[in-house]
Each structure stands twice: as structure tokens, then as C-alpha cells.
């Protein structure tokens, strides 16, 4: 019996593009793609045949190599014999990943940073001596010899990476640490590993002559580098969704459960991140395949088309939007929290640009809550003491007795930027529009709860401290943050509003609530939608539009391009 859903689940776990025309097959299994491998070998004609595996972090290298050796007979070579030891490269990464348990440095570093360059130059004079074919393998094999007759790439999502730092299945870059903490091991994939394998790849995507899917271990897929970028290209002209990605948390709900019918033996589901091209994959269907690639890399391969050229100018090819949804519907309180200030992150973190966000309520009891700034004349000197003293003694913090708690309804919408005290309360569901950076929540506290693992969360009160705004307090946020609904424009059968874009925040987003058809111009600019009233609704791309609204020069999440209702009362944010 469903308590928040009424009829059956319609939510699409597996969203997939089709690609059209793909000019060659996309093999399945060890034996197909090694026998295809071995006939695009012999058409080399030469004394010296080289196949490079440039692997990126997280790959199973056990599982791949077994299959591989059985299957393909020649010289191998392994990046990692030619990388730094792994002191070295504890020392080396170090002042990007640093003490703190939470927090690290954007790396700087590149993939060769991590190679001994005696061991290297070695290695090339070999490998180059050597006759017949020559298999070379790893993170970094493509740096270990550049000239390849063939170059594979086999590419992994992080959030599949993710759930292997949480088996200890898989080790951080260069290193053997499997069995290290999972948020250690995250948080060094986050600032280092994953900085250093993008530099490479997107130096590679052009020349990839096959890239092999091994997310799902034991159903190995491989697609023609050609067919790939084409599907890439294809993607930008088009609407599409990402595979979303749903995880439990201290504070999960049930909503997520009967809306997207997820496992109703799992405790609960805290997050479902579905618009997170860090996080998310791409399905790419080439004939009856369906073949999992990072969506990051459309990102990477196809930034100016996909974001427009005003948004790619300021953000490069990074996608500066992130749309998440938070669930504590019969959960509990999110953490009491504060993102980072711009010049704040930039000079201890090195991001660009910080974690503004809002909340837009999509489901909430009658007693659901926002925490949202201050209340009036406090004592910051004593709310600081007393968050201490709850973290180093061990008592409660009583926040109601420092943070203005506002009751929320369906279709209510709150604005967070960076420096503002915020949490959402138990029993809403809540579509969180943000900034990317989703890592750089400083935690002040936690309502003395533990995390999945049975251990106390990371309180990050120092960081919270530095950054915090006292100013905002109730009669500010009531003013600035709290619906600050405006009617924009009306038609036959629609209406669009303004609910959001503060003035310290670069993301600003309009609801469309319409009853028929209605069309939108993109104005050559990235938009993201979401569906937040109504069962469903169909977005077409139109051959004189490109995807979905915006302002010239204002990043927005808008909601349509081209929209066919299928419900009577739909609404678009």
C-alpha cells in the first residue's frame, strides 16, 4: 500500500539515448571484443603490433587482465611498474589530500606526475625494442608508450566507483589501499585521482580507437571510438536525461521509494542525484546494446554546444548545475549546515566557484520545516560555544534556540546562498537546485545521530565558523529567500514565474505551469528541468530551438522546449 504515491510508479530509472545509425557493431563479453581486437591487430603491417589500455581509477584490474591475457597473446606491460612507489606517491599527493577528513586541495597534478621518469624512459626503450605484438596496460599505459597501432580506453563512473571504495574493492591512483576508510578513499579520488585521469582523457577522446565499458563486472561491452564521439554530438541536439543514482542516508525518508519504485527492503533513500554529470552515467543504446558511458565526458567533449558559449566561457567544461532530490519524508533533519563563501573556497580549496543552492519543496507533511538563517540578536559568541561544547561533550545543540525554523508546503521555494545557516526538517521532499561543488557542506551539527557506518559524522565547525553570515537573520530572509515568487509572463493555457536567482547566486529558476502545449527558446544556453507537478510530460526538441529557456547571460533552470501535456495541471521548474 503506497502512503505517498497514488497509482503505480512511472519514474524512469534507465534513461537511454538511442544512437542513431552507429556505423559498427557494439560487441558484449571477452571473447567477442578480444577477437575483435585480434582482427583489427592483423591488419597492422608491421614487425611491432601495440595494443595500449589507458585505464582510468577504479577500473577491477584483476578481472580485466585475467580475461584479457587468456585471450590475447603477446608482450604485456604494466603502468604501475613504472609509476613512483607508493611513498612517493603518498608524499606526492599529500598537500592535495591533506589531514582533514572531509577536505582536500584541487589538484594540480597530471597523470605523469605519478611516473618515475628513469623507470619511464626505460620503459619506452623496451617496450620499443620489443617484435610481435605488444600489450601495454594501466592508468597512464598511454603515457607509458604514446604510439599505439591501437588505443582502448576503458572508462569507469564514479558513482560505480564509489560503491567499490565501500566493497574495498578498488584502490586510489597508484597505490595499494583497499582496505583504507571509503570517505578516505573518496576524498582522494575527488581532489587528486579524478582531476588527473580527466586531464589525460580529454586529451585522448579524439584518438580512442574503442572504449570499453566495465562497470558491471563480468559483462564487459565495447564501442568504436568513432560511434562514441558521434553519439556524443548527437546527445547536444537533443533533450536528455542522465541515470540517476539513489543512496541511503542517517536522515533518509520513504517518498523516494513508491515515486521512483525503488527497494522497499532498503531502510531508506536519503539522495537521488539525477542531473550530477560528476556523478551520473550516460546510457547510449547502439542497436540492441545499451552501453554505459561517464556523462561527464559529454561534458568534456562537448562543452560549448552542451552549456552554450556564454556558460562554457565562464565555467570551461565543467557543468555548473546540479539538481539533487532530498528525501526525508518519515526521515529525519539534515544536518545544520553552511556552504562555503567564493573567495573562501578558492583559497582553501581551489574551486572556482562556490556552492550556492536552494530548496523548492516538492512534498512536505504539515509539519515540515526549513531551518533558515538566524533569529533576531543572538549571541554568535555563544551559539559557537555551545556547538563546541556539543561536539566535544557531547550534548545537545538547541537550534531553535539560534536558527529561525520556517513551515513549508508543496511548491514552496527557499534560496540558500553560500554563507547562509540552513538545513531541511524531517517529512519533506525536497528538489535541491545548486552549484556543482556538492562536496563543500560544512556540518555544524548533526542532532548527535551516527552515519550509516555506526560512527559519528565529520563536524566541520572551524570551516563553518569562517564563513557563516550573522547578518542573515529573519526579517532578511523573509525578504530575500523565502518565496520570492514573481509572475514573469501569462498566455493561453500557461504561466511563468520567477522563483529564484538571488543576487549573490548565478542560477536563477522559473516555474511554467501550462495545460496544453507550449514552446520555450533555450537562447543558446544549458537548461535543466524537472518535472514537480502532474504525472509526466513530453519535451520535444523543435528544428528552429535548441534546448529549453533562458535569459541572455543568466544561467536559469527553466523548464521546456517543446511540451506536450498528458495530465491536466502540469508545472515545470
Known amino acids: 500500500m503506497n502512503k505517498y504515491l497514488r497509482?503505480?510508479?512511472?519514474?524512469?530509472?534507465?534513461?537511454?539515448?538511442?544512437?542513431?545509425?552507429?556505423?559498427?557493431?557494439?560487441?558484449?563479453?571477452?571473447?567477442?571484443?578480444?577477437?575483435?581486437?585480434?582482427?583489427?591487430?592483423?591488419?597492422?603491417?608491421?614487425?611491432?603490433?601495440v595494443i595500449v589500455f589507458e585505464c582510468y581509477q577504479g577500473v577491477i584490474d584483476t578481472e580485466i587482465i585475467s580475461a584479457l591475457q587468456k585471450r590475447l597473446t603477446g608482450s604485456w606491460?604494466?603502468?604501475?611498474?613504472?609509476?613512483?612507489?607508493?611513498?612517493?606517491?603518498?608524499?606526492?599527493?599529500?598537500p592535495d589530500v591533506t589531514d582533514d577528513e572531509v577536505f582536500g586541495y584541487m589538484t594540480r597534478l597530471a597523470l605523469k606526475d605519478f611516473f618515475d621518469a628513469h623507470k619511464l624512459k626505460e620503459a619506452?626503450?623496451?617496450?620499443?625494442?620489443?617484435?610481435?605484438?605488444?600489450?601495454?596496460?594501466?592508468?597512464?599505459?598511454?603515457?607509458?608508450?604514446?604510439?599505439?597501432?591501437?588505443?582502448?580506453?576503458?572508462?569507469?563512473?564514479?558513482?560505480?566507483?564509489?560503491?567499490?571504495?565501500?566493497?574495498?574493492?578498488?584502490?586510489?591512483?597508484?597505490?595499494?589501499?583497499?582496505?583504507?576508510?571509503?570517505?578516505?578513499?573518496?576524498?582522494?579520488?575527488?581532489?587528486?585521482?579524478?582531476?588527473?585521469?580527466?586531464?589525460?582523457?580529454?586529451?585522448?577522446?579524439?584518438?580512442?580507437n574503442f572504449v570499453l565499458d566495465t562497470n558491471v563486472q563480468g559483462q564487459p561491452k565495447m564501442v568504436n571510438g568513432e560511434d562514441l564521439r558521434k553519439a556524443y554530438r548527437q546527445a547536444v541536439t537533443q533533450p536528455f536525461r542522465v541515470v540517476p543514482f539513489f543512496d541511503p542516508g542517517p536522515w533518509g525518508g520513504q517518498w523516494m521509494k513508491e515515486y521512483c519504485n525503488l527497494d522497499r527492503n532498503?531502510?531508506?533513500?536519503?539522495?537521488?542525484?539525477?542531473?550530477?554529470?560528476?556523478?551520473?552515467?550516460?546510457?547510449?543504446?547502439?542497436?540492441n546494446v545499451t552501453f554505459e558511458t561517464p556523462s561527464i565526458n559529454l561534458v568534456f567533449y562537448q562543452s560549448e554546444k552542451l552549456l552554450g558559449s556564454?556558460?562554457?566561457?565562464?565555467?570551461?567544461?565543467?557543468?555548473?548545475?546540479?539538481?539533487?532530490?532530498?528525501?526525508?519524508?518519515?526521515?529525519?533533519?539534515?544536518?545544520?549546515?553552511?556552504?562555503?563563501?567564493?573567495?573562501?573556497?578558492?583559497?582553501?580549496?581551489?574551486?572556482h566557484y562556490t556552492q550556492d543552492e536552494s530548496y523548492y519543496i516538492l512534498d512536505a507533511a504539515n509539519d515540515a520545516c526549513v531551518y533558515l538563517g538566524f533569529k533576531d540578536n543572538i549571541s554568535p559568541k555563544e551559539m559557537m560555544q555551545d556547538l563546541n561544547r556539543s561536539q566535544q561533550e557531547e550534548i545537545f545543540f538547541d537550534v531553535e534556540k539560534y536558527v529561525e525554523k520556517w513551515p513549508v508546503k508543496k511548491h514552496d521555494h527557499a534560496l540558500i546562498p553560500a554563507g547562509?545557516?540552513?538545513?531541511?526538517?524531517?517529512?519533506?521532499?525536497?528538489?535541491?537546485?545548486?552549484?556543482?561543488?556538492?562536496?563543500?557542506?560544512?556540518?555544524?551539527?548533526?542532532?548527535?545521530?551516527?552515519?550509516?557506518?555506526?560512527?559519528?559524522r565529520p563536524i566541520n565547525i572551524e570551516h563553518g565558523q569562517a564563513v557563516v553570515n550573522w547578518s542573515r537573520t529573519k526579517a532578511w530572509v523573509k525578504k530575500e529567500l523565502i518565496n520570492t515568487i514573481q509572475k514573469i509572463d501569462e498566455g493561453d493555457g500557461w504561466v511563468e514565474e520567477k522563483t529564484g536567482l538571488h543576487e549573490r547566486e548565478f542560477i536563477e529558476t522559473r516555474r511554467h505551469w501550462f495545460t496544453q502545449k507550449v514552446h520555450h527558446h533555450t537562447h543558446n544556453s544549458v537548461n535543466v528541468l524537472n518535472l514537480v507537478e502532474g504525472r509526466e510530460a513530453l519535451i520535444e526538441r523543435s528544428y528552429i530551438m535548441q534546448r529549453l529557456s533562458l535569459f541572455p547571460k543568466r544561467l536559469r533552470n527553466i523548464l521546456s522546449d517543446h511540451m506536450e501535456t498528458v495530465k491536466e495541471n502540469n508545472a515545470l521548474l
Open 266 to 287: 532498503v531502510e531508506n533513500f536519503a539522495w537521488c542525484f539525477d542531473c550530477v554529470p560528476e556523478e551520473n552515467s550516460l546510457l547510449l543504446q547502439f542497436g
Open 124 to 208: 619506452k626503450k623496451v617496450i620499443g625494442e620489443k617484435e610481435g605484438t605488444v600489450i601495454v596496460y594501466g592508468c597512464g599505459a598511454s603515457i607509458v608508450y604514446p604510439d599505439a597501432d591501437l588505443l582502448i580506453y576503458i572508462d569507469m563512473a564514479r558513482w560505480e566507483i564509489q560503491q567499490r571504495f565501500r566493497r574495498n574493492e578498488v584502490s586510489n591512483l597508484g597505490v595499494c589501499n583497499k582496505e583504507l576508510k571509503a570517505s578516505l578513499q573518496y576524498k582522494r579520488a575527488f581532489f587528486v585521482d579524478w582531476r588527473a585521469c580527466d586531464r589525460l582523457k580529454k586529451q585522448l577522446m579524439d584518438h580512442l
Open 310 to 351: 556564454a556558460v562554457q566561457a565562464r565555467f570551461g567544461d565543467e557543468f555548473p548545475i546540479r539538481f539533487d532530490f532530498l528525501d526525508t519524508m518519515s526521515g529525519g533533519n539534515l544536518s545544520l549546515q553552511v556552504h562555503p563563501t567564493t573567495e573562501y573556497i578558492q583559497e582553501k580549496f581551489g574551486m
Open 77 to 94: 606491460f604494466f603502468s604501475k611498474d613504472y609509476m613512483l612507489s607508493e611513498n612517493e606517491i603518498d608524499s606526492l599527493v599529500y
Open 420 to 456: 547562509t545557516i540552513h538545513c531541511s526538517g524531517a517529512n519533506s521532499m525536497v528538489l535541491e537546485i545548486s552549484a556543482t561543488p556538492y562536496i563543500f557542506t560544512f556540518k555544524l551539527w548533526d542532532w548527535n545521530r551516527m552515519g550509516l557506518d555506526g560512527k559519528p
Open 7 to 49: 497509482g503505480e510508479s512511472n519514474y524512469d530509472k534507465w534513461p537511454v539515448i538511442k544512437v542513431k545509425d552507429p556505423k559498427h557493431e557494439c560487441l558484449e563479453g571477452w571473447d567477442a571484443i578480444s577477437q575483435h581486437l585480434f582482427e583489427q591487430l592483423n591488419k597492422v603491417q608491421k614487425k611491432q603490433k
